[in-house]
T-cell receptor, first 116, second 114 residues
């Protein structure tokens, strides 16, 4: 596609529920990243995929958070037993490949999650 | 651990003014530094990217400088316009095995009033 697409754009859920957030990267981009932005803060790194595998998941806050990218394109961020503190905008980004000086990450518009 | 700080947190100026946004980072071993713009409900838009070997980059009314040794970057906006109103984010990329693991500042909220 022309850009990084994220769905849903807004999600309101109740504490304890399970949530999935989807990211469609730019076609052909092998690297995909998830970030989380809390209100009034800059985005914080969650996880990075190179192809199908998670190359770095050191930013995932705890084991309630999990992300997959089974075919190396679309990725899903999964949050179990949501808590009010999970409320944030979840941003996805992609880039053609890792480690090149010419590469710039392209971000999606984000999925705003509100946990009541 | 890399930390990125942006000053001021918010700035309100009349249209036409030239302005400077400041960014400082604690670890000078960076791969590149970017300035992004963030509009409400929209994704981040990359404005300028400065490689670690570069001193500055220019695009239209925007000029970004990088002093890696002192851990500082500035974004200069000339002849500001109301359409420049947005949050500006300074972002550091450590590169290597941390490539893509960007460290963001908290942002500067800019308001340009007519």
């Amino acid at each position: 596609g022309a850009g990084v697409s994220q769905t849903p754009s807004n999600k309101v859920t109740e504490k304890g529920k399970y949530v999935e957030l989807r990211c469609d990267p730019i076609s052909g981009h092998t690297a995909l990243y998830w970030y989380r932005q809390s209100l009034g803060q800059g985005p914080e790194f969650l996880i990075y995929f190179q192809g199908t595998g998670a190359a770095d998941d050191s930013g995932l806050p705890n084991d309630r958070f999990f992300a997959v990218r089974p075919e190396g394109s679309v990725s899903t961020l999964k949050i179990q037993r949501t808590e009010r503190g999970d409320s944030a905008v979840y941003l996805c980004a992609s880039s053609p490949r890792r480690g090149s000086g010419a590469n710039v990450l392209t971000f999606g518009a984000g999925s705003r999650l509100t946990v009541l | 651990k890399q930390e990125v700080t942006q000053i001021p947190a918010a700035l309100s100026v009349p249209e036409g003014e030239n302005l400077v946004l400041n960014c400082s980072f604690t670890d000078s071993a960076i791969y590149n530094l970017q300035w992004f713009r963030q509009d409400p409900g929209k994704g981040l838009t990359s404005l300028l990217l400065i490689q670690s070997s570069q001193r500055e980059q220019t695009s239209g009314r925007l000029n970004a400088s990088l002093d890696k040794s002192s851990g500082r970057s500035t974004l200069y906006i000339a002849a500001s316009q109301p359409g420049d109103s947005a949050t500006y984010l300074c972002v550091v990329n450590a590169g290597g095995t941390s490539y893509g693991k960007l460290t963001f500042g908290q942002g500067t909220i800019l308001t340009v009033h007519p």
